[in-house]
């Protein structure tokens, strides 16, 4: 009696776990696949179909979840590595690759780990393509070395079901004694700049300071050219003015003259110069030596013809009227 509860007991306690099982077994044939997300259903074994974003109901015991799949893009850290450049310099690079699932199917079935094999063939990759440039160049070449590698991984980007977006090299790290070469190189290629530079500001400093002596030069011979014009100027307008003056002094004159008593006028006022005239040659300074006898007023006067004065037409004043055959 005994043995027949246990016995029961332990098929109902076996019912009891194979009820649960069925139950997780159906509650596991619902799922819910999120955005941006993909899930492989493999039915006894063989691939069934996939499963994207939303409800699905499963058939429990034949279907199963095999592989779940990110669709985002994914940044992928690629391992420093040693690798040595044409002129045997070892340097240490690492990158990341940017990538993302375009096949869940291809990824789940055409490569073991799609990541690490994008890691490994990108490490590959950039070991060849550094091995075939310079120190100097990988530097320079960075993004040559990145395009080498995409292109590598497209190849295989269907099998694998994968697109390859980019990849970028994060260092290149040469040895210690390298980076000190290097940048003694570079302080003496900066140095190099610096005097060059000094060189060519003093060389145009030089250049600038002849240019503004002979700028200088240039505006003051201009100015002194300017100077002599103008007083040249001025000088042949005064000599005009007096001409002008004079040759109107002498109208007034000849028209005086020409008028009635002007003759008497012009003889005393003649008179009257000569006899100031004499009274300066009395002074103690003076030495003087005349011709004729100051006493003789009357032939001084007649000596200076003014009878034979006799104005013109045109009011021009004549000269002195000479005998024929006088010298």
């Known amino acids: 009696m005994e043995l027949f509860t246990a016995l029961n007991n332990a098929s109902l306690g076996i019912l009891a776990l194979l009820a649960l099982y ?51 893009e994914q940044a992928i850290p690629v391992e420093p590595q040693e690798c040595f450049t044409e002129d045997n310099v070892r340097v240490e690079v690492d990158g990341v690759i940017y990538l993302s699932v375009t096949n869940p199917v291809n990824t789940s079935y055409g ?27 990988t530097f320079q070449e960075r993004a040559a070395i990145s395009r080498a590698v995409v292109e590598v991984l497209s190849e295989v980007e269907q099998t694998w079901g994968i697109k390859v977006h980019r990849y970028e090299i994060k ?63 001025g000088r042949a307008k005064e000599i005009e003015a007096i001409a002008e003056a004079t040759a109107e002094a002498i ?38 030596l005349l011709p004729a006898d100051l006493t003789r007023y009357e032939s001084v006067i007649d000596g200076l013809s003014l009878d034979e004065f006799k104005l013109r037409p045109d009011e021009e004043i004549a000269s002195p009227s000479r005998e024929d055959g006088e010298e």
């Open 22 to 72: 069925v139950a997780y077994k159906f509650l596991r044939a619902i799922r819910f696949v999120p955005q941006q997300s993909a899930y492989v259903v493999e039915r006894l074994g063989n691939y069934h179909k996939t499963l994207e974003a939303g409800f699905h109901a499963l058939v429990p015991f034949f279907d199963e979840v095999r592989y779940t799949h990110d669709l985002r």
């Open 111 to 137: 490569v073991t780990d799609y990541r690490r094999a994008a890691i490994q063939l990108a490490q590959t990759t950039t070991r060849s393509v550094i091995g075939r440039m310079e120190l100097d160049t």
């Open 171 to 233: 260092n290149i790290d040469p040895p210690r004694t390298v980076q000190k070469a290097m940048e003694r190189q570079m302080t003496a290629e900066r140095e190099r700049r610096a005097t060059v530079a000094r060189s060519e500001g003093k060389q145009q400093s030089t250049v600038n300071d002849a240019e503004g002596e002979k700028q200088e030069l240039i505006n003051q011979s201009e100015g002194e050219k300017q100077r002599r014009i103008n007083e040249a100027e």
């Open 251 to 288: 109208e007034r004159v000849a028209g005086a003259v020409s008028a009635p008593g002007g003759e008497e006028a012009v003889k005393l006022r003649l008179a009257e110069q000569y006899l100031k005239t004499i009274s300066k040659l009395g002074k103690k300074e003076n030495e003087v």
